[in-house]
Structure formats: structure tokens, C-alpha cells
């Protein structure tokens, strides 16, 4: 089985100027560390960030992956900065629930994380999008359960994986430029 799912991210920056949202993005280290819940981030050197996120249930699956996240700066055929992420690798913390007598590793679990992220086109905020694939092999038992009830189990991990990591970018976007805009001294008067 396999599934996945990919979020646009629109995010207005009040009182930014666009000069200063692309120095920002040339800061690879400044956006990484805005994109994700600082309790749930490890920064593993050479732009590699391990990702942890919340423990999900697929049917009789209990996950507690963590991403391994390779992130950088580079420039689009204007000269822009672009942020980008891809994974480098992954642990999928697997827990088969009681009863049910599968090894994890027999699972075959992968993770694929992959996003970009720059000026918006109003030169006002940050656009991008971010994406995921995961997939695997079921246990016995669940290869027999009827299609549409696993649709529905990965359509609800689409879902909250999702929700979850557009929250936490747009937050953490939002904060952590604010901070540079202040640093830079260019923050408008309200």
C-alpha cells in the first residue's frame, strides 16, 4: 500500500517588504529551523534535520516516524532564493498492536518528505509546497480488510500529517520572520 499527499502553503507576512523575505530565505538555517515545532526538530549537522512526528494509527499499525530532512537555499532561473527540503532517510518507530504476530521490519515501511518554498507571487509573503509519501506491505490480517476501510484509515494520516505541518510552518514562519525583520531593523510602524 502506499499513499501520500501534497499541501500548498500560502503565508502572509504583515508589514514585509519583499527584499526582505528573500534575504530571509537565502538563511537556510533561519527557515529550517522555522518549519517545524522546535520540541519535535534535531538539527544533525551538514543541513540535515531529524523531523519527529506525532504517533499515528493506521488500522492495527501504531507509527512514531521521525524524517531525517536534508534543507538548503538554492536559486531559481531569476536569481531567487528557493528553499527546499527532501528526506535523506527515516525511521518509521513501528508497533505492531497485541495480537497481531508480524515483525515491523517485514512491513517494508518508507517515508519520502520533498518541498519548496519562496516569494510569493504578490512579493508579500511565502508560497510552496510540501509533500509526503509513505507505503509499505500489510500484515496478513489487514489484506483482507475491504478496500474503502483503509482508504479511509490513510486518507485521516493525510489528513493530520498535513494539518499538522502547514500549522507548524505557517507559525513558525510567521514568528521567526517577524524576528528577523526586526533584527534587520525594517520592521514597518502599526
Same mark, same amino acid.
Given at each position: ?10 503565508? %502572509?507576512?504583515?508589514?514585509?517588504? %519583499?527584499?526582505?523575505?528573500? %534575504? ?58 528557493? *528553499? ?79 494539518? *499538522? ?22 520592521? %514597518?510602524?502599526?
Amino acid at each position: 500500500i502506499e499513499f501520500g499527499y501534497t499541501a500548498t502553503l500560502q503565508t %502572509s507576512l504583515e508589514n514585509a517588504k %519583499s527584499e526582505t523575505i528573500l %534575504s530571509w530565505l537565502e538563511d537556510e538555517t533561519l527557515v529550517a529551523t522555522s518549519i517545524w515545532d522546535k520540541e519535535l526538530m534535531k538539527d544533525l549537522g551538514k543541513k540535515v534535520y531529524r523531523l519527529q512526528l506525532m504517533t499515528l494509527q493506521f488500522v492495527t499499525i501504531q507509527l512514531a516516524p521521525s524524517v531525517d530532512v536534508l534543507m538548503w537555499t538554492e536559486r531559481d532561473a531569476a536569481g531567487k532564493p528557493v *528553499f527546499k527540503l527532501e528526506s535523506v532517510g527515516y525511521d518509521p518507530n513501528v508497533q505492531i498492536l497485541p495480537g497481531i504476530g508480524v515483525d515491523a521490519k517485514t512491513l517494508g515501511i518508507k517515508i519520502e518528505v520533498m518541498g519548496e518554498l519562496r516569494l510569493s507571487d504578490d512579493g508579500k509573503g511565502l508560497s510552496g509546497e510540501i509533500g509526503f509519501v509513505s507505503g509499505g506491505s500489510l500484515p496478513p490480517p489487514m489484506r483482507l480488510m475491504p478496500k474503502p476501510a483503509i482508504q479511509a484509515a490513510t486518507g485521516v494520516i493525510n489528513k493530520t500529517v498535513s494539518d *499538522f505541518a502547514v500549522r507548524s510552518f505557517q507559525k513558525g514562519a510567521k514568528e521567526n520572520f517577524r524576528k528577523f525583520q526586526r533584527a534587520q531593523g525594517q520592521e %514597518s510602524a502599526v
